[in-house]
């Protein structure tokens, strides 16, 4: 310990002002801060804080991910080996391994763009770096599906950071969810790596992990996909999943949202620590049960309405999307009270937008995005009420 | 029965070195300071020079703005220094005790036989009207406006803060005399705690009491305010402490100045943390003599770690503190990874930390920030301490963007920066919150007067 702050102390000058390597001071100052904490003392205001700081937040959330981020792992190699038929033959492990091989490039790419452009930028603005791109780059890899190139990753990572974050003024000035902008620009300018039925299931082996698969334009739909064409997912004669499939995540779909229990160990470590709103994520679940309730006895005809509530909420990303980024505390509703609504409206939107939108069968995504813009709106109409009420106050005075 | 009011927002930090019960008698100090920057507002303009001699209650300093509020010597002696800072603004001016102890003579004085201007007159005379504060703006208040009320706390929920009932002890008579006079002036309100036994407060005449239970801020001023009477816009609150209280009580009841305070000593590196007394102004060496551990590099703060000032061993009391609080500036530094680290010694108010499931652990903190600067990012952070019906977030950012419509409908003019204090302290983006608050009110202040 005592060596490495000597040898940072000792290289310390170069990186200041003058210096050889001033160029990569907000570099320099990063891996300086995230290891050491910083011995600056209070110089005006309280004589005392906190122990709490960004980091230690934007860590927890990392940390809430894992699980889901290991299962998805696993979940990959399970899909490749049934898409080859040897899914008798191959040992959790190896399927893990390969999932692990297949998700590594996405999360390095991820990082390494989102990273590099938030270094620059600190450079540039002469600020301390940021700890928000920490969890954004760890979610990017997580909603994408496993078939998406790792080019078409590096450009939408690099266009959420530059046009969702740092033009707003960077970490805690973003409107909308960062890594959910990532998603949307797939979705628009390449839509063919985000949706359709190929791109759910690796088919290549990997480095001798994984198997290849020989059939050709192997196809493989995911499971809200196969509602929107009418196909019985549960309990009819083609069951196309059982109910442990959908809780665990056994099932094609974007690499960290499949299954339900991973997710809710998230949930657990997000809620105990206080670090994500139980009301938002709260009003997610209930916005989504009641609009589900709402179509399956209003729109009979309909396949994806006719799915029960509770499959709504465990399939697609819908608990992802609740737990994980509804809850991004910079772009969710800020108010006690408007997290509620904020929360409502999510779930609402997503089943709506499932239901009715015949283009794509999945509505997690624009659900969070619409709410992320109109959750100012909601806050505002929150302290408005504050406000008419300190003004009522004035006028009963006079 | 009085009004009880439960306040549930807000946090006590329970920090090591909380005062013992005793009274230790220290010798008296040499030097006494007075330092014009802990009248807000106020522009000084001195009376005195070098080898000058005053007696306790003879002006040293009036405000440029209105001359008749003066600022008195705590002691009597001679004059030593005018210190001046940067453009010749004056930091301190410092008086040598002649260990005598004289104060200018006032007559006594029935106070409630007397009208509203003759107490400003003879408050203004002896030097004690520039101890009451005034909201908006948390200012010291000015002798022509007429406040709607005046509050006074009679209890501080500060960490370590000194505990009312041991300074009033021996003073019950004074402090209802500061009170009566200050009931000529306009309606009182003294809001007390729930826990408070002595029938000086319970029972105090001439004023309106609310009982309040609860954390800290449940002691501050604001808060009390905010809960009983809010200030609305274009009125005029005026609030002093209830020490000060009974420096009224003294000049009206014996027609002397008598700027004797109760002191606490504490903090987790002052040994047998303890009560103690010293004039006003008081040098804070012999307070502190041979009460320091000095495992650490130490800040000697004057005042309570949430708003006190740092200040050195050879510093002086401010002129509203009763208290001196030493903790370590760097405990454990050069920390590594510590925001991954368990951190067990820790205190934080985020579950992310285990202190929460101690609460009765009592802890040494020190002066770090432990983390950098960063945008507001967590939200409902500010509102869980803090207990007025305003929106601390919103407030903030409207003082950051310089709002000023945004500002007073947000409420700007109910608050003080001392009300941010806790919101500082659990800030994970670490922003300066009582700097802002208190440039917003400058602000607001140089547009409105």
Redesign the interface.
């Known amino acids: 310990m005592k060596f490495l702050r000597n040898y940072l102390n000792k290289i310390k000058p170069k990186f200041e002002e003058g210096g050889k390597l001033h160029a990569f001071r907000s570099l320099f100052d990063g891996f300086e801060t995230f290891l050491f904490v910083p011995n600056d003392t209070a110089k005006n205001g309280v004589n005392i804080h906190d122990a709490i700081d960004s980091k230690r937040i934007m860590s927890i959330v990392v940390i809430a991910l894992m699980p889901a981020l290991l299962v998805g792992m696993y979940n990959i190699g399970l899909q490749n080996a049934i898409a080859a038929g040897v899914a008798d033959t191959t040992s959790w492990f190896s399927m893990f391994l390969f999932g692990l091989m297949v998700t590594l490039p996405k999360i390095v790419v991820s990082y390494v763009v989102g990273l590099g452009i938030e270094f620059t930028v600190a450079q540039w603005k002469k600020e301390e770096i940021h700890e928000g791109f920490l969890v954004s780059g760890m979610i990017i890899p997580m909603i994408v599906p496993v078939g998406c190139p790792l080019w078409v990753l590096a450009v939408a990572t690099a266009f959420a950071v530059i046009f969702a974050k740092e033009v707003f003024g960077g970490t805690g000035m973003n409107i909308v969810n960062v890594a959910l902008i990532a998603r949307a620009f797939i979705f628009f300018a390449y839509p063919s790596v985000i949706s359709g039925d190929g791109v759910w299931v690796a088919t290549e082996s990997v480095m001798g992990f994984g198997a290849d698969v020989t059939v050709d334009g192997y196809t493989c739909a995911t499971a809200l996909q196969h509602a929107a064409n009418n196909v019985p997912l549960v309990g009819a004669s083609a069951d196309v999943l059982t109910t442990n499939d959908m809780l665990f995540g056994f099932m094609p779909g974007s690499i960290g949202e499949t299954s339900v229990i991973a997710i809710a160990i998230g949930a657990v470590i997000l809620l105990y620590t206080g670090v994500a709103s139980w009301k938002t994520m709260f009003s997610v679940f209930a916005g989504g049960i009641l609009m589900s309730v709402l179509f399956q006895h209003t729109l009979p005809d309909n396949p994806v309405a006719q799915i029960p509530a509770w499959q709504h909420l465990v399939l697609g990303g819908f608990c992802f999307g609740a737990v994980f980024m509804a809850t991004d505390p910079v772009t969710s509703a800020r108010t006690e009270t408007g997290k509620y609504i904020y929360g409502l409206g999510i779930g609402a939107m997503a089943i709506l937008i499932r239901v009715l939108n015949p283009g794509y069968p999945e509505g997690m995504m624009l659900a969070i995005l619409l709410m992320n813009v109109t959750a100012p709106f909601i806050d505002y109409c929150v302290v408005q009420s504050n406000i008419n009420a300190r003004a009522k106050r004035l006028t009963k005075k006079n | 029965m009085h009004r009880v009011v439960k306040i549930s927002k807000g946090l006590d930090?329970n920090?090591k070195g909380a005062p013992a019960a005793e009274f230790v008698s220290i010798e008296p100090a040499k030097l006494y300071a007075l330092m014009p920057a802990d009248f807000t507002r106020v522009t000084p303009k001195v009376v005195v020079k070098p080898e000058d001699v005053v007696k306790a209650g003879d002006p040293l300093f009036f405000d440029k703005e209105n001359p008749e509020i003066q600022f008195v010597s705590p002691v009597s002696g001679k004059v030593v220094a005018v210190n001046r800072g940067e453009r010749r603004r004056v930091l301190s001016i410092v008086v040598e005790s002649d260990g005598k102890f004289e104060s200018v003579e006032y007559k006594a004085k029935d106070v409630l036989s007397l009208s509203a201007e003759e107490v400003k007159a003879d408050l203004l005379k002896a030097g004690l009207f520039g101890f009451i504060r005034q909201r908006p703006y948390d200012v010291i208040a000015t002798p022509g406006d007429a406040p709607r009320t005046i509050f006074v706390s009679a209890f501080d929920s500060k960490p370590l803060a000194v505990d009312f009932e041991v300074a009033l002890k021996g003073n019950e008579e004074d402090f209802q005399t500061g009170l009566d006079a200050l009931s000529r002036i306009a309606p009182v309100c003294l809001g007390i705690r729930d826990d408070q036994k002595s029938t000086a407060l319970n029972v105090a005449k001439n004023v309106k009491t609310t009982i309040f239970s609860g954390p800290h801020p449940a002691g501050n001023v604001g808060v009390q305010i905010n809960k009983t009477q809010?200030v609305?816009?274009?009125?005029i609150v005026w609030t002093i402490g209830a020490e000060e209280v009974i420096f009224i009580g003294r000049l009206f009841n014996r027609g002397k100045i008598d700027f004797t305070r109760t002191i606490a000593l504490v903090g987790s590196e002052v040994k047998n943390p303890a009560y103690s007394s010293a004039l006003l102004g008081a040098q804070i060496t012999n307070l502190l003599s041979g009460r320091l551990d000095d495992k650490y590099e130490l800040?000697v703060?004057d005042g309570n770690?949430?708003?006190?000032?740092?200040t050195t061993t050879e510093g002086f009391l401010g002129a509203f503190s009763n208290e001196i609080?030493v903790?370590p500036?760097?405990m454990g530094?050069?920390?590594?990874?510590?925001?991954?680290m368990p951190?067990f010694s820790?205190?934080?108010?985020?579950?992310?930390?285990f202190s929460w499931l101690s609460p009765k652990r009592k802890y040494a903190?020190?002066?770090?920030?432990?983390?950098?600067?960063?945008?507001?990012?967590?939200?409902?952070e500010y509102?869980k301490v803090f207990p007025m019906?305003?929106?601390p977030?919103?407030l903030i950012k409207a003082i950051i963007t310089g709002n000023i419509d945004k500002m007073e409908?947000?409420?700007i003019y109910e608050v003080a920066p001392e009300d941010f204090?806790l919101c500082?302290?659990?800030?994970?983006?670490?922003l300066?919150?009582?700097?802002i608050v208190r440039e917003g009110l400058d602000k607001l202040r140089a547009e409105m007067c």
């Open positions: 930090i920090l809010p609305n816009k274009g009125e800040r703060i770690v949430l708003t006190g000032k740092v609080t903790i500036e760097i530094g050069d920390e590594m990874l510590g925001w991954a951190r820790m205190y934080s108010t985020s579950r992310s930390y903190i020190d002066a770090r920030i432990k983390g950098g600067e960063r945008h507001m990012i967590m939200s409902n509102d019906d305003i929106y977030e919103y409908q947000l409420g204090a500082e302290f659990v800030d994970s983006s670490k300066e919150l009582q700097r």
